[in-house]
């Protein structure tokens, strides 16, 4: 059993050498955390040299909240991508490299398989979770914790109450009125347990696809595109990054979609395992 754990960790060990040093990774990594630190930088200037009274607070400036800045809207197309650039296909780059035998000589199918879905989920997970936190730590540094300015569009000069039309169509209300920093943080750990979760399944599914590779990676954005265009069409809102931005007021938003979302993508993990352990073995040879 000792040794069986052994080579497990030296599997998973391999992996993680693997993504420390991939290009996708560390391109992935770094457009996030531009993008994060322009998002802070953009909102310092927009602030610098207002009256008290239009300051606006750190939470309603975090780049996870809806409307906060332009860059929104872009990441709400960019992120399918960066879900799953940084390592999500990498059983094919295996597998055309031509060390997938050399690797299943060493460890076997389940030991590959999951040390390497392991380090998908974290490679997400850090793409995602660190560049997000880092603006959520710099705007409670350089803004205030509360602010007579309840506008909100931070780059509108609309001074609605947020307790009368657009609280109609958030999510948790309650959280947001008591706890706006905790609400903040939670929508930020659903989009980074989402994003997880899509980077897993399309590992998977580079068992199924493993002659595409650019058609593997695009899969989440046309099939986002796709949920973007049709929600216009269906009575309960269907586009996934309008429950995973805090504070957004899209219409037709219900609670349960948000375990419809994380349902059907753990279920599809569920499923696709043995298919994946299955492919894996036949090219172990056994």
Known sequence: ALFKKGIHVMALQAQMKLLRVRKEFLISFFCMLVISIASFSINCVQQYGLDVTQYLSADKLFIGRAYSNDFFTFLQFLLPLLFVLPFADSYITDRRHYILPAILSRASAKQYYFSKLS??????????????????????????????????????????????????EILFPGLFVDHPYLYNFIFLLLLTVFGMLCAVVTYQLSFLIVKNRIVLLCLPFLLNNFLILFAQYTPVDISPFDYLFSFNNAPHKQPFMLAVFFGVLILAVVCLTPVCLKKLREIEGK
């Open 119 to 168: 380090c998908v989920g974290l490679s997400t997970g850090t793409v995602v979770f660190l560049p997000f936190l880092l603006n959520f730590l710099l705007g409670l540094i350089a803004f205030p914790m509360t602010s007579t300015n309840y506008s909100h569009f931070s780059l509108s000069a609309d001074q609605s109450p947020y307790y009368t039309s657009y609280m109609k």
